[in-house]
């Protein structure tokens, strides 16, 4: 029976391969909305441009789909463009980065009560269950992988500030996981404030920080961003040789920094913007290629060190 | 300096969209290895299908992409195949789905070693930490959402026979989740057998089961080629109106059944073969697109029912 059935499976594959192409090129055309948060600080600046840079690569590979693609500066704004989207330009599926996860989950829900395909990308919403993929970089990774590195910087231990994100669900999954990784070691958080993932908060605090404690070895502020603005107030204080400092995600000046072999920024970990674009292609072979992608998909957060950056460091991002 | 910062952002952002585009044109060419199993049963036969149609589409989507596409039925040709493809195809990156996980670690871990991207399909490798991308169906979600359809059909419980897969790690992640989840009821397993993923095991093994056991209200069967040789069992035996039995995977002949009605196929739970296409797509972005999609892809393990068969019902497979 086995082989009869593999002989027949054998005659079966070969003939179907030119029905399916054939298939594929008759396929009926796909509008595909992609939402995203306005550039309002340098990750999503990067999201932004990836966006755009995989819905031009997509709409070339496969002439069947086609792409809506809306920023938003805020959730109202967000919320509009979905309703748009379903109204009026007639979406299949959506591609989702939320600005404010909680505030959006309603309007998500109805573009998937409506029958669309739903992506959220990076920010799970306050429900479970409303989306069919989910693309996020490894949250709880990427404080573990940041606390390996302190252990293994600070191996006698030494007196550390933690800038965080703001507080929302990945920030304590990050934080948390830091937390964890550092507990049995001699490293001493001093203090820890939200820094919101901005360049701003990062130069206030770190000021501030600064201020307080006359002894820091090192810095961990969770985010790329943060860090720029950490290193400035380190800068304006002629402080910047007294410790080293660690952001996260992976922009491109940190990037060259860690390439260079920076005394200052040794190391970055890997949460790059360039996954809201690997949401929109998984998003496009459910449409294209009617591939099986509803899940979850979690991209590695990877320690980023001089060895390997050169394969961190995206062309001409803005990030 | 966060409004600076947006506009200098929006300019570059404008800027370096003509740039990527040339940066993706001039691209170099990539070689992707693709090794999957010889058909030997309805699942890789699907495997086989859907790796051979993901290369043809992403060949011409891609002119930059080139594949090598070797199938093996057993892990001494497999392994050949890779010696093969890193030292005269030349391939930048391997898609493997192994036949024999264990038995093909120390193969693929030598293409890791030699540079190569790795993505692993649908079966763990022995030692964690060698492939960049692991693609997968949820196997303990398997045995979740099986379980949970067996507590809705069977609320005042049952007699029903349990036909295992292969002893390997993803069957037990199934088993071991069915059984968790039929914990508190009054469901009685009376009997446990492997069967293999494998229709000629499924029919001897449930020809068994009907001679010893009177009264059986259900089958768990785990996978629809087991399924095929459990239902030829039953009709042999005229008994095939004296219970339901369940698969798993999203064989076509199944899903037809459920799509119509069956009472005696009334779901089936989805672990298609075309996860391979999905993991040859994101390996294809890793090089076309400079995409990050290091990491791991769960799909989704969904009930299928009369009222969803239509989505995965795939024109033209072998499966």
Redesign the interface.
């Known amino acids: 029976?086995?082989l009869l059935?593999?002989t027949a499976?054998?005659a079966?594959?070969a003939s179907?391969?030119a029905?399916?192409?054939a298939?594929?090129a008759q396929d009926k055309t796909y509008v595909i909305g992609v939402s995203v948060p306005?550039?309002?600080?340098?990750w999503t600046?990067g999201v932004?441009?990836f966006a755009?840079?995989?819905v031009?690569?997509l709409t070339k590979?496969?002439p069947n789909l086609s792409f809506v693609l809306a920023t938003a500066p805020d959730s109202t704004k967000q919320a509009a463009d979905l309703e748009d989207m379903i109204a009026t330009r007639n979406i299949d599926g959506l591609v989702i980065l939320p600005g404010d996860p909680d505030a959006m989950t309603a309007s998500i829900k109805k573009v998937k009560d409506a029958g669309k395909w739903v992506t959220v990308v990076d920010r799970a919403l306050s429900q479970p269950g409303i989306e069919d993929l989910y693309v996020a970089g490894?949250n709880p990774g990427l404080g573990t992988t940041t606390a390996d590195y302190f252990k293994s910087a600070l191996p006698n231990g030494g007196n550390i500030v933690v800038l965080r994100g703001a507080p929302i669900p990945i920030d304590a999954q990050r934080v948390d996981a830091f937390m964890a990784g550092i507990k049995d070691t001699q490293i001493k958080v001093l203090d820890t404030q939200f820094a919101n993932w901005n360049?701003?908060d990062g130069y206030k605090i770190m000021q501030d920080f600064l201020t307080k404690y006359p002894k820091i070895d090192a810095v961990w502020a969770q985010d790329d961003d943060t860090l720029v603005g950490v290193l400035k107030a380190l800068k304006e204080a002629g402080r910047e040789n007294e410790m080293w400092a660690v952001g996260g995600a992976g922009m491109n000046q940190i990037i060259k920094m860690v390439a260079s072999g920076s005394a200052q920024v040794p190391v970055d970990v890997?949460y790059?913007p360039?996954?809201v674009?690997?949401a929109i292609?998984?998003t496009a072979?459910h449409f294209a290629?009617?591939?099986?992608?509803?899940?979850?998909?979690?991209?590695?957060s990877?320690l980023i060190t001089k060895d390997n950056a050169a394969q961190f460091d995206?062309?001409?991002?803005?990030f």
Request: aromatic share 6%.
């Open positions: 029976m086995n059935k593999t499976l054998a079966l594959v179907s391969f029905l399916a192409s298939a594929i306005t550039a309002d600080h340098g600046g932004d441009f755009q840079q995989a031009d690569r590979a496969y490894d360049r701003d890997s790059n360039n996954m674009a690997t292609d998984l072979l290629a009617n591939a099986q992608v509803d899940g979850k998909l979690i991209i590695n990877t995206y062309p001409n991002t803005p």
